[in-house]
């Protein structure tokens, strides 16, 4: 039988046209080996595309929208029901169950990293993006008022905030708030120490106590680390790139000495590095490594950067000048 | 999303609002996923899942919440999927069928109060389908990740890897085969049982 395969394979991911259907459905008919295939392509097809959706983005929004029309029913629901006592008393009760439902309304989502899991990636309602690390959480209101955007972190995230001149954003933590106009910039909540740590890429924020009082005027390179509870404030110049690559998946090592790269690298790879020169493994280099770079990939570039030789056999490896 | 996997019922309990949210953001994409191969559509499944869960928040008090309940989101799904193909009058008759017939497929999954399904979404089909992937050629995990994963056209991925979609294609269906045959109903039999042993 001539058949098309490109048409179970475009089954797995896509859409088919009614024609192209009908042509599949008559091939899975033809045998029964055909229809075992057809069966073992039609659960990838499902799987695939729980894995596609299955996001936190996706969900939180699926799960604001239900929200909405939850609340949209339960109104519809009551005011129904109701209707048949008198307009004063409709008006009074339907009145205070809004009030019910805005107060319950105020709730958040809470999107947390556990300390095994990778960072995630998360699109809020108003463009902005934040990059949650591990063993972290941030929480967002259900959905933001028109005048005022506000999420809490605990723990370490890097944002990329939308600028909305009518709409300011603030990021809360039990020590200290920023206030951000349209910004890029890294904070991480301490909870061991109450530290907040700050570091601003582009643009402008401003932290403010508790009580909402503004206390400093952060500038891009700019890095401050608050302590609560001695209420000190460290400002300090650094390279801002360095700091926050964390959330592009790439580690950084600067001026770090050829024995820590390895060590690193041997602890993210999971082998054994042999490092067969106490003369280079002092030396320091500034070196990116992206995530996803197999091992051999990365000793690449590290022989490009320093005058090294590797090879490579099965968990060990070994360096030499 | 925070959600507690073991998240179960006793029958008296009504379902409070955090439990609600809880239970949506751990079936939520399940079900939609499941929708909107049934219905071919992606919009279409949202609406259904959307659906499900409301009419789930309106019964909340009256719900049976014991073992079937997972089946029931499932089987409830289904049944409006159905539905939506039969009233949708703009679909011309033997679209209808098509679809239909497909469903045939998926409506399979929820026998034996939905084994087959809960098996589909555990961590230990993923896991067996990785390692089973795994022990493919590059090349063919490659092309096989490509469409699956990543949803390429079997063109796109022909001209990223620069190879003949004829091989794109054979590359496929060995995958498949190969899937068939390693991926019995028994393997997830056993796996099922060592799970409740150790």
């Known amino acids: 039988m001539d058949f098309d395969f490109s048409l179970l394979i475009k089954y797995l991911s896509q859409s088919l046209s009614i024609t192209e259907r009908q042509e599949l459905e008559d091939w899975r008919n033809y045998s029964s080996e055909n229809s075992h295939l057809f069966s073992e392509a039609s659960k990838l097809r499902l799987l ?12 939180a929004v699926a799960l604001s929208r239900i929200q909405e029309k939850i609340r949209r029913r339960t109104i519809r629901h009551r005011l129904f029901r109701v209707s048949q006592y008198a307009a004063a008393i409709a008006l009074i009760i339907s009145l205070s169950i809004f009030g019910l439902i805005q107060l319950t309304a105020e709730k958040y989502t809470v999107i947390t990293v556990a300390e095994n899991e990778s960072i995630k990636k998360i699109h809020l309602s108003d463009g902005s993006m934040v990059w949650l690390s591990a063993s972290s959480e941030l929480s967002i209101p259900k959905s933001f008022s028109a005048s005022h955007r506000q999420v809490e972190l605990k723990g370490k995230a890097f944002f990329d905030i939308e600028k909305m001149p009518e709409s300011s954003f603030m990021v809360t933590s039990p020590y200290m708030n920023v206030k951000v106009t349209g910004t890029s910039f890294n904070l991480s909540v301490d909870d061991t120490n109450q530290q907040v740590e700050t570091i601003l890429v582009s643009g402008k924020v401003i932290l403010q106590d508790r009580q909402g009082k503004d206390i400093f005027a952060m500038s891009p390179g700019e890095k401050v680390i608050y302590t609560a509870q001695n209420n000190n404030y460290t400002i ?3 390279d801002v790139n360095t700091l926050t690559s964390w959330h592009l998946n790439q580690i950084t090592f600067e001026k770090a000495t050829l024995r820590e790269i390895v060590n690193k690298l041997s602890l993210i790879y999971d082998v054994n590095i042999n490092l067969e020169s106490k003369k280079l493994a002092d030396r320091r280099y500034r070196y990116v490594i992206n995530r996803e770079e197999t091992l051999q990939e990365v000793l690449d570039i590290l022989s490009y950067l320093a005058p090294i030789h590797y090879r490579i056999e099965g968990n060990e490896v070994f360096i030499t000048e | 999303m925070k959600y507690n996997r ?13 439990q609600f949210e809880e239970l949506f953001c ?8 499941y929708a909107t ?9 949202e609406d259904i899942a959307q659906e499900v869960f409301a009419y789930m928040w309106e019964k909340r008090n009256t719900l049976h919440q014991g073992d079937g309940f997972h089946s029931y989101l499932f089987q409830s799904a289904y049944s409006r999927c159905i539905d939506y193909i039969k009233k949708n009058k703009q679909s011309e008759k033997y679209a209808q069928e098509s679809l239909l017939q497909f469903a045939e497929e998926y409506q399979s999954y929820l026998e034996n109060d939905g084994q087959p399904i809960k098996e589909l979404f555990s961590k230990d089909f993923e896991e067996t389908l990785n390692k089973l992937l795994e022990e493919l050629p590059e090349a063919r995990r490659e092309v096989f990740n490509m469409v699956y994963r990543d949803g390429l056209k079997a063109k796109e991925v022909a001209e990223k890897l620069q190879m003949p979609q004829r091989t794109v294609e054979s590359h496929i269906y060995l995958t498949l085969k190969f899937l068939r045959k390693r991926l019995s109903p028994s393997d997830f039999l056993i796996l099922t049982l060592l799970c409740h042993f150790f």
Do not use: C, M, W
């Open chain 1, 48 to 59: 695939g595309e729980y894995t596609r959706r299955n996001t936190v983005s996706e969900t």
């Open chain 1, 236 to 238: 300090s110049t650094v």
């Open chain 2, 6 to 18: 073991h998240t179960s019922f006793s029958d008296s309990q009504t379902i409070s609002q955090s």
């Open chain 2, 26 to 33: 751990r079936f939520y994409p399940q079900i939609a996923a």
């Open chain 2, 37 to 45: 191969v049934i219905l071919d559509d992606k919009t279409a499944g």
